[in-house]
């Protein structure tokens, strides 16, 4: 469409100007002439090379998705308001909204405060669940299809990635469209997206908001989508009180990834109990530039500085870019940490130590079956008891660790109970007791407590 100004789409809408395209598709901002009001107009590009049976085939395909998506009434997903033909092309109309991608505000910031990430993800994940709950999934969710406009955080391009499935069967290519660094493990595969698909692109999506770059990173494509695939995330240096539902969201099997249920619980204790937050490089003199929801793979157009609704900014490549890329140019990468042998552990985990020590006192103390009075090897189990349940830092789910710790600790308390008697009981009961209770509060320390250098 290059007629700006001179025809009318659908018979209603006039195009204004070009704010942005990419691999799917190109982005307008429109008129209304019916209601008066400013629209994005999105013309989906059909792939080249396709006959005319497939062609007709992918329009009738993106027409029903674009019209299931229209049916989403929702303020976190982005209002469809019509899906046209136009010239052999499916064209779908959506609010104009004013308002800068997560993206623009990552880069800008390097990374945003933890608090406000957990209280970005929670409203992603009501859009979220109000669109599996019609049946839809997203497939291509990822900081440019964010939206952030006061206090709305906006979903856009639901239903759109559903192009790629239909490109990808019927012309056989094995062209995938998306964007590798925010897709999970399952999606590159192949295997049909579900809502967990989602759930890992959410969990991606706010590693790379509190970060300030995604998860994974590669020099080629091929070995991006390896990482992803194989590969654990990059240890967060930022995330803090994120970092539990980051590892959930993070899992690489679907069906051990936390559920919306889950991931609620964590982005709510991280929303309400978030500390030690890193500050972002944010310069106070610049003010928020009006942006729309952006489309997979889009790029600005020449002079255009702000995110629309389906215009993805620059630092989005999409797989059919064939790039993978490491940390976001031009994006600070916040305070370098400590290295060296000269790093010891941070206060979290000093923290525990003091938590898990005061544990153990009371076991070793308080309990009845236990040693009566202070003695050097008494004092030396209890401290090594502290020690070995504070600093070990786990990066597994929360009940496989509080499993984990409880075994750990009956196994503990039991060789101690051999090796010194007048210390712990070696009764399996005692034992029992002693693990629970110990195993279960450095659990909930290790929940309570996972910030920065912990």
């Known amino acids: 469409m290059t007629d700006v100004g001179e025809v009318l789409i659908g018979g209603r809408y006039r195009l204004q100007e070009l704010i942005g395209q990419g691999g799917m598709g190109r982005v307008w901002r429109g008129t ?6 400013e629209v994005a107009v999105k ?19 993106v027409m029903r998705e674009a019209r299931a998506a229209a049916r989403l009434n929702h303020p976190g997903i982005i209002t469809v308001h019509d899906v046209v033909e136009h010239a052999g092309a499916p064209v779908i109309v ?37 669109a599996h709950a019609a049946g839809i999934v997203h497939r291509d969710l990822k900081p440019d299809n964010v939206l952030l406009m006061d206090d709305r955080v906006i979903l856009t391009d639901f239903g759109i990635a559903h192009m790629a499935d239909a490109t990808t069967a019927l012309t056989h290519t094995g062209t995938l469209i998306g964007t590798p660094a925010y897709m999970a493990p399952e999606q ?44 654990q995330p ?23 990834r936390a ?17 030690h937050v890193i500050p972002t490089q944010v310069d106070p003199r610049a003010a928020p530039a009006p942006a729309a929801a952006p489309a997979p793979g889009a790029a600005p157009a020449p002079g255009a500085g702000r995110a629309r609704a389906g215009a993805a900014g620059p630092d989005a490549p999409t797989v059919s870019a064939a790039r993978g890329r490491g940390p976001v140019p031009g994006v600070p990468a916040g305070p370098p940490e400590p290295a ?46 502290a020690a070995l349940n ?50 279960t509060g450095a659990w909930l320390l290790w929940w309570k407590l996972p910030v920065r250098n912990a």
Do not use: H
């Open 188 to 231: 590159l595969i192949g295997r049909p997206p579900q809502a967990a698909t989602d759930l890992w692109a959410l969990g991606a999506t706010l590693y790379c908001a509190v970060e300030g770059q995604p998860p994974f990173s590669a020099d080629t494509f091929t070995a991006l989508c390896i990482a992803v695939a194989t590969e």
């Open 340 to 385: 060296g042998p000269g790093r010891g552990p941070g206060p979290a985990r000093w923290l525990r130590f003091l938590g898990c020590l005061a544990l153990s006192c009371a076991i070793a103390f308080l309990l009845p079956w236990n040693m009566r009075g202070v003695t050097a090897i008494g004092l030396l189990f209890v401290i090594a008891v």
């Open 234 to 256: 990059r240890p967060p240096q930022r995330a803090g009180a994120l970092e539990p539902v980051l590892a959930m969201l993070l899992t690489k099997d679907p069906g051990r």
């Open 32 to 37: 209304d002439e019916t209601l008066g009001r």
């Open 94 to 130: 959506m609010e104009y909204v004013t308002g800068r991608s997560l993206a623009a505000a990552v880069a800008r910031s390097g990374g945003l405060p933890v608090r406000r990430v957990a209280e970005i993800g929670l409203a992603m994940l009501k859009a979220l669940e109000r």
């Open 43 to 61: 013309e989906v590009l059909l792939p080249q090379g396709i006959t005319a049976e497939q062609r007709d085939v992918l329009l009738q395909r």
């Open 390 to 439: 504070a600093f070990p830092r786990p990066r597994l789910g929360p009940a496989l660790v509080w499993g984990c710790a409880v075994t750990f600790d009956l196994a503990l308390f039991t060789a101690l109970g051999l090796l010194g008697r007048s210390t712990y009981s070696a009764g399996t009961m005692a034992s029992l007791v002693q693990a629970l209770v110990m195993g």
């Open 259 to 275: 559920d919306a249920r889950r991931a609620r619980a964590g982005l709510e204790a991280a929303a309400g109990g978030a500390a």
